[in-house]
């Protein structure tokens, strides 16, 4: 299964934080893939830190590298810098696919038309995309749109705290969404410890609250049920 992170051209959304706490989430039973093809690098910052080279988007192959705190065991494809040749990268994952039950692409918000092209190749090779959303009017008309032959799920996340009456409006906006194109969605709760995460705090997942932990578990059976 592999699934491709989306917010559409705008940033800022947790899409990030989202992937990371999924991609944990789910090695506690998986061998899993986390793919970081952001230029910021954002997942090999929250789980290496300032990791030395090589970078996915100069030599996948070497990239590779192994996170192991506690009970999580997780492979993560290390970068810094804009994807260069996107289709080579997506070339790669897809051979490395065999090896791993769950297989996630942190992609960078595609601000522009230029950018959308560029990392197609990745977004073609998902089973599924994954739209992260925030409940804002600029997050929700950057992110939601269609994508053709693609199993989708939307994850409304709360990277900050909102009012209950704004995230259920847009929740709503979510749900009608997602009834008229045959998607899913989950409600993803704002979770203060989450904002700490680094690689010196991996353990801040056991004092997450319930309700966070039982988003993230949803989001991962909707993702591996289409397995």
Known sequence: MIVATFSGSKGGTGKTTLAVSLA???????EVLLVDASAEGGATAYLLGDCPGPYLSEDPDGSLRRVEADELRLTVAVNRGPLLWPQKVAERVAAWASRYQLVVIDQPALTDVDAVERYMPLLK???????VTEPNPASIEASLYRFGGKRVIVALNQPRPYPKTVVEHYRRVIEYFCRRNGYEY???????????????TLGIFKYTSDDYDSAIAKLGNLILRGR
């Open 125 to 131: 090779l998902a089973d599924t995309v994954l739209i």
């Open 186 to 200: 989950v409600l993803v709760p704002y979770e203060p410890a989450v904002s700490r995460l680094s690689p010196s």
């Open 24 to 30: 944990l989430a789910a090695s506690l039973s998986r």
